[in-house]
């Protein structure tokens, strides 16, 4: 039994790593339901207040980091609020509506599309809702490389407090 529950752990960290770029996919819930997963199905190494407040501490920085990297890159590229909302809503939206032709591309170009057709709504010109768009796909792919960094150091600190 303890086999099949490292199984689930082992496919809980790895559905949360995929997480970070399927965005219907809760990645830093995954890594939590892992957490529990052990500390409830096999429980041998105690858990303590050393563990779970630095977890609490990085699952917010995982959070704050997609948010975060997402607006700055939007803003820095010389979007507003109103390309941010359509970075997000492009996430969202971009695999649901592109995901049967563009696959896992989609999660990128849906909030590309979204952000410069915001810009070109708002009477940018195409160079500069390019340039929005761009600051985008850039704040998307920063924000993936600090979470997958966040997730690794979680998963680690937990293998290695109960191996």
């Keep these: 039994m303890e086999v099949l ?23 830093a819930l995954l890594v939590w339901a892992a957490f529990l997963l052990y500390r409830f199905g096999i429980g041998g190494v105690p858990l303590g207040w ?3 407040l630095p977890m609490t501490v990085l ?5 704050a980091a997609d948010m975060l990297a997402n607006m700055y890159f939007v803003k820095r590229y010389g979007g507003d609020k109103w390309s941010m909302f359509a970075a997000v809503a492009g996430v969202i939206l971009g695999p649901l509506l592109l995901g049967v032709f563009l696959g896992p591309f989609s999660i990128i170009v849906g909030p590309f599309l979204a952000v ?4 070109i709504v708002q009477k940018n010109d195409a160079q500069r809702s390019l340039q929005m768009a761009m600051g985008t796909v850039l704040g998307f792919l920063s924000s993936g490389v600090v979470k997958i960094i966040i997730q690794l150091i ?6 290695i407090v109960v191996l």
Excluded: C, K, Q, R
């Design 5 to 27: 529950i490292w199984i689930g752990i082992g496919a809980l960290f790895l559905f949360s790593l995929a997480g970070v770029f399927i965005p219907v996919i809760p990645d």
């Design 50 to 52: 050393s563990f779970w």
């Design 59 to 63: 699952t917010l920085f995982l959070i």
């Design 116 to 119: 410069f057709a915001v810009g």
């Design 154 to 159: 979680m998963i680690i600190w937990f293998l």
